[in-house]
């Protein structure tokens, strides 16, 4: 067995960086492949690749935001909180949309798949703070408002499984409180 001190210390330490915290620069095309296909080394059984990415540049992000708001208000959202959706988009330097997209498959049933793209999601989180880059994931009603869905190109059976924005953490927010995981951890030793 070949452990890795490195990598144990950084899952026992990592944090996610709110998106509001982040602003450019953003990695750049060059600097996010690596952490897309570091992202894509998950469990997936069958090897179905039941996700996909969309990568929403700074520009892609400002011309989307309207289009949130008005989406929220639409759909009978509070303003307040459409407007917060709206705001995150309008702020971030880089978004990428992790996008479920199930196979069909007699072997792989649908929940393994989604376990799946969230795995990816962390993946894409976990490799942008590995590579010094702030990250956050986050889903909301977005995620699942089909007009903007279409509007980034998604087909009627996928859906969003995280938004991960992608940038500069401008200061290190404090630690929250952990899970008791001897309170959450049942041992069966026979």
Not at 68 to 93: C, D, M, S, V, Y
Not at 145 to 156: S, V
């Amino acid at each position: 067995m070949t452990a890795n001190p490195a990598a144990m210390d950084f899952l026992l330490t990592r944090r996610s960086r709110p998106a509001k915290m982040l602003q450019a620069p953003a990695p750049d095309g060059a600097q996010l492949l690596p952490l897309l296909q570091a992202a894509a080394r998950v469990p997936d059984h069958g090897k179905l690749e039941p996700w996909r990415f969309v990568v929403l540049e700074r520009a892609a992000c400002a011309r989307l935001a309207p289009m949130i708001a008005a989406r929220g208000a639409e759909q009978g959202i509070a303003e307040e909180k459409a407007l917060k959706a709206a705001a995150t988009f309008a702020q971030t330097p880089l978004v990428v949309a992790v996008v479920a997209s199930p196979k069909p498959s007699d072997k792989i049933p649908e929940i393994e798949q989604t376990l799946s793209v969230g795995a990816v999601c962390l993946g894409l989180v976990n490799a942008a703070l590995a590579s010094g880059w702030g990250a956050n994931w986050l889903t909301g009603w977005v995620a699942s408002d089909r007009a903007i869905l279409q509007e980034m190109g998604l087909a009627p059976q996928e859906w969003v499984a995280g938004f991960v924005h992608i940038g500069t953490a401008q200061a290190t927010p404090p630690d929250r409180p952990r899970p008791d995981i001897a309170a959450l951890t049942t041992w069966i030793r026979e």
